[in-house]
Every structure is written in C-alpha cells, then in structure tokens.
C-alpha cells in the first residue's frame, strides 16, 4: 500500500497534543511513581512487580523490565501493531489534529487526505449498519439460512458482522445519500458502480463480510452469491480503493492480532467462513487474504503482528515453551488448486524468521466444511497435525515422477534439489538432504552434492535477491520498527554500562536524567559551567555529546523550550544505539518527592558531577606535571597554573559543606 509521508509539523502536533497517561491507561492500571512518573505493569511481557513508567510531561515511556520505550506514537504502534502512519492517523482522529501528505517522495499518490479518509471510512461504517440490519429483516432470511447451513448462528453472525446486501439497486446508494454523501464521495467508495443512468449498489442480494483494517475500522466488503438469477462471481469485493488495498489486507487481523502476538502463531486459511469457523473451533489465530494470494504484503504485516524479526527469536522460549519466533501455518484444499496454492507459499517463506508449515485435510474439506462434518475438535486437530511447509513442497515436487525408473529419481532429484538449497535455515539443510535421499532411494552423498550445486546456482545460500527487507514506508527516521538484520548490534541497557554499585556511575546516571526531565528547575550557570568531557562512564558521555549537540539544553533550563520539545530534538539527532539509553535515563526514577525536592538534588548532583570532573583533571594534571621536565620551565609553569586553578575550583565546590 503506497502511503504519503505525514508533514513533520503535523506528526509533532499529534505527538503535542496527545495525552500519553490517557492513551496507556487504556492498556495499564497507573499509580502515581514520583514526580511527573506513573508506574504499571508492563503491557508487553510477563511481570509481577510494576517496571512500566511514563512521564506524561515528557510524553515518553520505559520498561526496565523488557527494555521497551519510546514516545506515545511508539507506544501505539506497538500495543495496537500499527505503522508509524497508522499510528500517527489513530492519534490524530482521537486529538482532532488534521493531517496533511507529502507526495514529493513519489510514494503518496494512493492515500487520501485525511479528510477524505474520514469521509470514506464513515461511509463504510453505515455501509456496514444498513446491511446488519438487513440481515436481521425479513428481506435477509436466505442470507440466514446461508449462515445456519453453515453452522454459524445469530451470535456468530454479531461477532463478524456478517450482512445482508438486498436486491435492490439503490438500496444503499439512497441511504448514503441521505446521510450527505456526494455521488463522487459514493464512486471513491467503491461500495456502487458507475452505470449509464449514474451508479448503482455494487453489492445486491448477497451475504456481505466487512473486511477490516488491524484497528477494527470497516474499509471494504466481501460479498457471496446468494441467488440463483446472480450471473456474477461466488466472491465480489470490493475494488481497489483510497483506503482498501487487497494485498495489503487480512480478513479476521482485527480479531486475531492480539492472540497472534500472544501465541507468537498465526493461522492462514483461504476464506471468510474458514476463519468464521476456526475461531469458534478456538483457533482464534486465523486470518484470511481478500480476494487475492497471500503475497509479501501480508507477509510484512503478520511479521509486524509476529513480532516475527530476530533470527535468534526461535531458540528463546517464553513462559509457556514456544519459540519467541512463532509459527505461521497456511492450510490448504487437499486438491490440485490447493497444492499449487501451498508451493506459491513456499515461495514467501524465505521472508519469514517464523517457521512456516502447512496443514492439509486428506479429503480435500476446508476449515468450515471440516467443522460442519466432525466438529471443533477436527478444526483444532488440522493445525495441530501440520507439517513443515518446506518438506511438503519436497513431497510435492517428487510425487510427480515416477521414483521406481532411474530417469524418475534423478529427474525428482532435480526438482527437489533447489527447493533443499532454498531453506532459509541452512542447518537444515543437512538433515532434509538425507531425508530427500531415504525417499529418493539415491545414496546421501549424490543428493547432498546436488543440494549443494542448486544453492551455488541461487546465488550464495538459498537466498535471493528480491527478498529485501520489508520496507518502512512513510515513517519518520528512528521509528520503532521491525528490523531483519540478525546480525544487528543489540539494544544497548542501562544496567548493562552502568553497575548498580558504582556511585560515579549513579551520580552521572542521575545528573543526566535531572536534565532531561526538569531542566526548568536547574541553575543555569552550573549546567553552563559543565564541561564537555564531564562523564567518566563512555555510553553516558555519548548521551552527554548528544544532548549537547541538540544545542538548546540551555534554553529547557531557562524555561524557554518545554522539557519534552527539547527531549524530542535530542531524540531526533541521536544514534541507534544511544536513543535507547536516553529513552531510560528519561524515564528513570528520582529520589526526589516533591518539585522542591528535585531542585535541590538538580543542584547537589551537578555539584558532585563537576567536583568529579575536576577531580579527574586534577589527576590528569598531576601525573602530566611529573612526567613534564623541569627544565621546561614554560610548560611546567603552565601546568602548575592549570593546576592551581582547578584546586580553587574544587574549594569553591566545597565550600557550601564544610
């Protein structure tokens, strides 16, 4: 889906005008945790004791628990699983701040203004009114019987919100035009058609699905023949639209997406009544492509979903012993369509760090069907009983030959051979080399070597050249996102270069957090009066850096730039590894209970932290002085001036003690 860069100024007034406490507290149980902290349970992993806090006023958040944290966008986008824009467009409905695109970077030419997308949003959202109602009519009893022939009663049908379209031709069209709706409003929609007299109900005299975006919002339909005297297809969607793109779309992903990322499994099936039937099974993981093959565009957003990004994920285990990576299972007709259907998923298995499998009925039923015949327990039988998608796209490839003739083996071993050199884990590889050969009859050697060869031949170990990395399209630099790289460097901690034990280390910790979340409270001569070297811990002093190269510290302290505009511009400059740690420090609790309180640690930590720095370039001086010669007169007379200025200085500092 091509998506237009939302305009800076409009993605800061989101983020200023949102109110972050309001936003989590939705997700969190809050308690006040100090001054200008909450504290909760962390809504992203397993805790018992509270390690989530924000800082309202700063407009950020941390765990220290799992290491999570960003600002209230970051904050949407994970616990929702939005892109950074979606994230942004959710907030500025809530807020009421009116978004603007940029099409310069030539990706903006699909998505409307906002206010267009407003519009045709609400336009499907009494699209789906009217026919839920319909379905509760007179008028909508053979979509009914549909339905309960189908095993899906009344309350089915409410959880889906399954529809009935009438015959009619205006039947809809009257009704959105009686809500204000311009017919050119209506064409955008894509829920008429365009005829010679004008446009007409696009859907008539069918069962209508509303197909969702990931945040419940209804952008396009699906509709089954129902009528004997319907000349169209079994299946009509909706057509491509501002706001509905089909490669980009998952039938029942405002449903499942919450079970997804808790199970770390999702479950792809081919229609809407297989994932009506699924869930009820307790398969409540299964979605569905629209009217098209499941393609890398879905692949990127059950990724997102998944949490699918860090190879290493499947050798982790969380607290109920799966694989962080999780697994995504397609199921498939047993036919030839079904087979064909499976190899072409095989093909996007490569862009997944989940193990893929595929589970197929023998008979040829589908989820719904499978249900009707034997019940749930057959439904949640099929997935339980898969198979790893990668040895049935072997099995498939050798059953096409004849393995009793010599020619069949070595033609099967040809086939077979680069589907081996394909599979993303190369220590795999091995080990289904030897299972091709068992069902081969070939010696193990000649198999191996063949694998080897066709992975040579696809260009250095199975993986090719179209397999980019999903792309982050519309997101601001430093967004949270997935990230495919495994050999990326990990997220720096604070414990991790700061000991708990190190009271230098504790000093610098706190000296920068007093800046960051109330700079308004400190004195400004002795933040100027900082040095620039003054952190003996590397990674503070590379926030340190940061913070001063943002170039308005004094100005938060002065208190002509709020602390959270200022905490954003030194966000916006810093690097990949020390956005984490400043992301911490800001969050961090003070042992301070009251503003007053907080103002006079500010002052004694910054003390402490300049008497430390001075103290450092004391030592340094000393030693320097001892190696120097004393016949260089000069610069032994340097140094000792050096010297005696930084000893009034740490007087100076002293002072007020003893």
Not at 77 to 98: C, D, P, T, W
Request: with cysteine; hydrophobic share 40%; net charge negative.
């Amino acid at each position: 889906m091509a998506q237009g860069l939302i305009r800076r100024a409009d993605v800061d007034l989101v983020r200023e005008r949102s109110r972050l406490d309001e936003v989590v507290s939705e997700h969190v149980t809050l308690r006040t945790a100090g001054i200008g902290s909450m504290k909760g349970l962390c809504p992203f992993h397993d805790e018992k004791t509270p390690s989530f806090n924000i800082r309202p006023q700063l407009g950020h958040w941390h765990c220290f628990g799992c290491g999570e944290g960003g600002d209230v966008i970051s904050f949407v986008q994970k616990i929702n699983h939005l892109s950074f824009v979606e994230a942004v467009e959710m907030l500025a409905g809530r807020y009421g701040v009116q978004l603007h695109y940029e099409e310069g970077d030539g990706k903006g030419g699909d998505r409307p203004d906002f206010g267009t997308r407003r519009r045709l949003l609400d336009a499907h959202s009494i699209a789906e009114e009217f026919y839920r109602e319909q379905l509760s009519a007179p008028i909508g009893e053979i979509g009914r019987r549909f339905l309960t022939e189908r095993g899906f009663d009344q309350a089915a049908a409410e959880h889906f919100g399954v529809g009935f379209a009438p015959e009619g031709w205006d039947s809809l069209t009257s009704v959105l035009r009686g809500r204000g709706f311009t017919e050119e409003e209506l064409t955008a929609s894509g829920l008429v058609s365009q005829g010679q007299r004008g446009v007409y109900d696009r859907f008539r005299g069918r069962l209508v699905w509303p197909i969702r975006d990931i945040t419940g919002k209804t952008i396009g339909f699906g509709a089954r023949r129902l009528l004997e005297s319907d000349q169209g297809p079994k299946y009509l969607n909706t057509p491509e639209t501002a706001i509905y793109h089909k490669s980009s779309v998952l039938y029942g992903l405002d449903l499942a997406r919450k079970e997804i990322a808790s199970q770390h499994r999702v479950v792809v099936v081919e229609g809407y009544t297989d994932v009506m039937a699924a869930h009820l099974a307790g398969v409540t993981t299964a979605v569905a492509s629209c009217g098209t093959a499941f393609g890398a565009e879905h692949v990127k957003i059950v990724r997102r979903v998944m949490g699918d990004s860090n190879p290493s994920a499947g050798l982790r285990l969380n607290t109920d012993g799966k694989g962080l990576a999780g697994e995504v299972v397609f199921t498939f007709d047993g036919d030839a369509a079904g087979q064909k259907a499976a190899l072409r998923a095989f093909e996007e298995d490569q862009r997944f760090v989940a193990q893929t499998y595929v589970a197929v009925e023998p008979n040829g039923l589908d989820p719904c069907d499978l249900r009707i015949q034997r019940g749930d327990e057959a439904v949640r039988e099929l997935i339980e009983t898969r198979r790893p998608l990668f040895e049935f796209a072997i099995r498939t490839a050798i059953s096409q030959v004849d393995l009793d003739t010599v020619e069949g083996q070595v033609t099967a071993l040809r086939m077979a051979a680069p589907v081996v050199a394909r599979i993303r884990d190369r220590a795999m590889r091995p080990e289904y080399a030897r299972r091709l050969a068992g069902w081969l009859g070939m010696e193990e050697r000649t198999v191996l070597r063949a694998v080897h060869d066709a992975a040579r031949t696809e260009g250095g170990g199975g993986h090719r050249a179209h397999e980019a990395p999903p792309e982050r399209a519309g997101e601001r630099p430093g967004a949270p996102a997935i990230e495919d790289d495994g050999g990326a460097l990990p997220i720096p901690r604070l414990a991790d270069v700061v000991s708990p034990r190190d009271p230098v280390g504790q000093v610098e910790t706190q000296s920068l957090a007093v800046m960051l979340q109330a700079p308004h409270l400190l004195d400004t001569e002795r933040v100027a009066a900082l040095p620039d070297d003054s952190f003996h811990v590397p990674a503070l002093q590379g926030v340190w850096d940061v913070m001063l190269a943002a170039g308005t510290l004094l100005d938060a302290v002065g208190g002509q730039l709020p602390a959270a505009r200022y905490l954003e511009q030194v966000l916006e400059i810093a690097g990949e590894t020390v956005r984490p740690l400043i992301v911490e420090i800001a969050n961090l609790d003070l042992p301070a209970r009251s503003e007053e309180a907080l103002g006079r640690l500010g002052v004694s930590l910054l003390d402490r932290l300049s008497e430390l720095s001075i103290t450092r370039e004391y030592s340094v001086l000393k030693q320097r002085l001892q190696r120097t010669d004393p016949s260089d007169a000069e610069r032994y007379q340097q140094i000792m001036a050096r010297l005696t200025e930084v000893q009034i200085k740490r007087r100076s500092l002293r002072a007020p003690s003893d």
